[in-house]
C-alpha cells in the first residue's frame, strides 16, 4: 500500500481528525505500529520467557484444582460474539475450558451472525461441555446490547467480561476468586499483555495500579480481564449502547462510583488480540467521542464541572475559583539562589494569582516587597522544621513548596495543580520536574519498591512515550517531590506537618504517607511542567539517616499501590 493508499485508509477509518493524527505520528516517529510498538515487540521474547517461569506449573494447577474455597463464587463469563473467526472463538473457548477453578459458565451471546462459519463453530462449541452455552439473538444489538442479553441469561454470583478472540492464563478465575474469598470484593480486575494477531506472540504487558480513581478519568486501565458482582451491576446498571466504543470505560466508571470494593490482582492473566482493523482503530474518534461524554457523565455524578478533551488520554480541566489562595514557601536556598528574584519571575509567569510568598532566608537591607515575608534560617533548625514554621506564618488556603530553582515552562501550571488540590479526598499534588534544558524527566513522582523511594521516570526523554504512556497521563501516586508540592493547609496541619526529624531527605514521601492513612489520595499531573535552572549539588535518594527513618517510620512501605515494580526490572534480577 502506497503512501496515498494508506491516506485514504485513514480517512475512511476516521476521518480528517484520524488521518492527521496518524500523519503526526508518522512525523514523530511515536503513532501505533511504528517506533513505540517495534520497541514493544522487540521485547517480546525476554518478556516471553519472564510470563512462561511466572505461568503455575503442573504440580500447582493440580493444587488449584483440587483448593476449597469457603465462598467459591459461582463466575458467569459473557462473551458477545459477532462473526467471529473460528480458530479465535475456539482458542478463547480453550483457554477457558482449561481452568483450574471449575465453577463457571460461559455464555456466548451472539447477535445474529451472518457468517456460516460463525453459526457453524457455535452450534458444535454449544454441545462440548456443560457449563457452555450460546444465546442465539434473533438481531444485532451492538456489543452493549448483546454483552447485556449474555448478563441477563446468567445465573452467576459474578459476571466476568471477555473479548471474543483473546485468550486467558489457566489460572485467572483462580486468581480471582482467591482475591474475592480473601477481601470480599466487589470488582476485581487484573493485568494483561497483547498478543500479536494469529501468533503466539505476547508483548507488552500492562502491569496495573491499584484502584484509582483519577487515573480511571484519564484512560481505561482496567479494561481485561473484569469480573463484577451481580448486585453491583444491578445497582449501577448494565452496559450503556450510547458508549459503544468505550463501553467497558463508561461501565467501571459506573461500577467504582457505585462501591469501593475494588481489588487488583497484579498477574498476567489475559491476553488481548491485536489487529490492524480493531475497533477502536476503525471508530477511532466515535469510540473517542463516547469516552469524553462518559468522563463528563461520571464527573456530573460527582459534582465535578470542568471542560473533557483528548489528550494522550482523557484530558480533565476542572473549573477552578478564582478566589483560591495559595503560599507559596521557598526553602532554604541551594546554592545561593536568589530567592526575590525567583518570586518576582515566578509571579510574571503565573495567571493563577499567588496570595503571598514566604522565603525561608534572612531579609534584604532593602526591606521586603508586598506580598513577600522572609522567614530567617534559626540556628541548628532543620530544613523541614523551617517549612513547618513557614506553613504556620502562611495565610493562603493552600501550600505550596516549591523549589526556588524551578520555572513554569506555561503560566497555566498553577491553575493545572489547583485543578486536583481544591477536590475533597485529594492529599498533594505534583507535576512533571524537567532537568535544566527541559529534554529530560527530572521526576513525575515518588514509587515505593523494597530497594527505597525512587524518582518515577528520572532520566527519560520527554520525547518518548514510557509505559502505558503512564508520565502523559494525569493519575493517582503514592507520593509526589517536595520539590513542587501542593496541598490544603488544613490538610497539612491535620497530618502535623513535616516529620522534623528527617535531615534533609524523605520528608516529603512520608508526608504524603501520612496523608493517605487519613484517607487522602495524591495526584501527579502531566500539565504543570516546570523545568530547573540548576541542579548542582542535587543528591540522589540515599541519605542513610534518612533513609533508615524512612524504614523504619514504614516498615511495610515495600509495595507500591499504585507503580508495580516492572517486569524488565525483575528480568534483569
Known amino acids: 500500500m502506497n503512501v496515498w493508499d494508506k491516506c485514504r485508509e485513514a480517512y475512511r477509518q476516521g476521518g480528517l481528525p484520524y488521518l492527521l493524527e496518524k500523519i503526526w505520528q508518522k512525523l514523530r516517529g511515536t503513532g501505533g505500529g511504528n517506533l513505540y510498538e517495534r520497541e514493544r515487540l522487540a521485547e517480546a521474547p525476554a518478556y516471553g520467557a519472564w510470563l512462561a517461569a511466572r505461568r503455575p506449573g503442573e504440580a500447582e494447577r493440580e493444587r488449584q484444582r483440587r483448593f476449597v474455597f469457603p465462598k467459591a463464587p459461582f463466575f458467569s463469563i459473557v462473551v458477545p460474539v459477532y462473526n467471529t473467526k473460528p480458530r479465535y472463538l475456539e482458542a478463547l473457548v480453550q483457554s477457558i475450558r482449561a481452568q483450574t477453578y471449575e465453577n463457571w459458565e460461559l455464555i456466548l451471546a451472539d447477535g ?34 448483546n454483552t447485556n442479553r449474555g448478563i441477563r441469561a446468567a445465573g452467576g ?15 485467572a478465575l483462580f486468581e480471582i476468586a482467591r482475591a474475592i474469598d480473601a477481601t470480599g470484593a466487589q470488582c476485581v480486575y487484573t493485568d494483561e499483555d497483547k498478543l500479536q494477531g494469529d501468533t503466539m506472540t505476547f508483548y507488552e504487558p500492562h502491569q496495573k495500579p491499584g484502584p484509582s480513581p483519577e487515573t480511571l478519568r484519564s484512560c481505561n486501565f482496567v479494561c481485561h480481564l473484569m469480573a463484577a458482582a451481580r448486585p453491583l451491576l444491578e445497582k449501577a446498571g448494565l452496559l450503556d449502547p450510547r458508549f459503544d466504543g468505550s463501553q467497558d470505560h463508561e461501565l467501571t466508571l459506573r461500577l467504582w462510583d457505585a462501591t469501593d470494593k475494588i481489588t487488583h490482582v497484579p498477574k498476567v492473566l489475559y491476553h488481548w488480540r491485536q489487529f490492524g482493523q480493531s475497533m477502536s482503530k476503525q471508530h ?32 480533565v480541566r476542572y473549573d477552578v475559583p478564582p478566589d483560591a489562595t495559595v503560599s507559596v514557601i521557598f526553602g532554604p536556598p541551594e546554592n545561593g539562589t ?20 514566604l522565603l525561608i ?6 526591606g521586603a516587597p508586598e506580598g513577600v515575608r522572609f522567614l530567617p534560617p534559626r540556628p541548628g533548625e532543620s530544613p523541614f522544621a523551617a517549612l513547618n514554621r513557614a506553613a504556620r506564618e502562611a495565610a493562603g488556603d493552600y501550600l505550596l513548596f516549591l523549589d526556588a530553582r ?19 479526598g485529594i492529599g498533594a499534588v505534583g ?32 520525547h518518548r512515550l514510557g509505559t502505558a504512556a503512564r508520565e502523559l497521563l494525569a493519575r493517582n501516586v503514592s507520593a509526589v517531590p517536595g520539590q513542587l508540592l501542593l496541598l490544603k493547609k488544613a490538610d497539612f496541619t491535620l497530618a502535623g506537618g513535616f516529620d522534623e526529624g528527617y535531615r534533609r531527605q524523605l520528608g516529603d514521601a512520608d508526608l504524603c504517607l501520612r496523608l493517605a492513612a487519613l484517607g487522602r489520595r495524591h495526584v ?31 516498615p511495610d512501605a515495600d509495595h507500591d499501590l499504585y507503580c508495580q515494580r516492572s517486569w524488565r526490572d525483575e528480568t534483569e534480577d
Not at 157 to 171: A, K, R
Open 524 to 554: 501527579y499531573t502531566p500539565f504543570a511542567v516546570l523545568a530547573f535552572t540548576s541542579l548542582e549539588g542535587d543528591a540522589p535518594l540515599d541519605d542513610r539517616p534518612d533513609c533508615a527513618r524512612f524504614r523504619r517510620c514504614w
Open 338 to 357: 536568589d530567592l526575590l528574584a525567583a518570586a518576582a519571575a515566578l509571579q510574571e509567569k503565573t495567571t493563577h494569582p499567588i496570595r503571598e510568598f
Open 406 to 424: 524551578l520555572t513554569p515552562l506555561d503560566a497555566g501550571w498553577l491553575a493545572e495543580l489547583l485543578m486536583f488540590a481544591q477536590q475533597s
Open 361 to 366: 532566608a534572612p531579609p534584604p537591607p532593602s
Open 157 to 171: 454470583d459474578y459476571i466476568v467480561f471477555s473479548d471474543h478472540d483473546d485468550l486467558w492464563e489457566p489460572d
Open 284 to 315: 477511532l474518534e466515535r469510540c473517542q467521542a463516547a469516552g469524553r461524554l462518559a468522563v463528563k457523565e461520571h464527573l456530573a455524578r460527582h459534582g465535578l464541572t470542568g471542560e473533557v478533551s483528548q489528550d494522550c488520554g482523557y484530558r
Open 431 to 462: 507535576g512533571k520536574l524537567l532537568y535544566p534544558g527541559g529534554e529530560r524527566i527530572f521526576a513525575t513522582n515518588y514509587c515505593l519498591f523494597p530497594g527505597g523511594v525512587v524518582r518515577e521516570f528520572q532520566g527519560h526523554s520527554v
Open 112 to 145: 445474529a451472525s451472518p457468517e456460516p462459519a460463525t453459526r457453524a463453530c457455535l452450534q458444535s462449541l454449544a454441545g462440548s461441555d456443560r457449563r457452555l452455552r450460546v444465546e442465539w439473538l434473533p438481531a444485532n444489538e451492538g456489543i452493549s446490547g
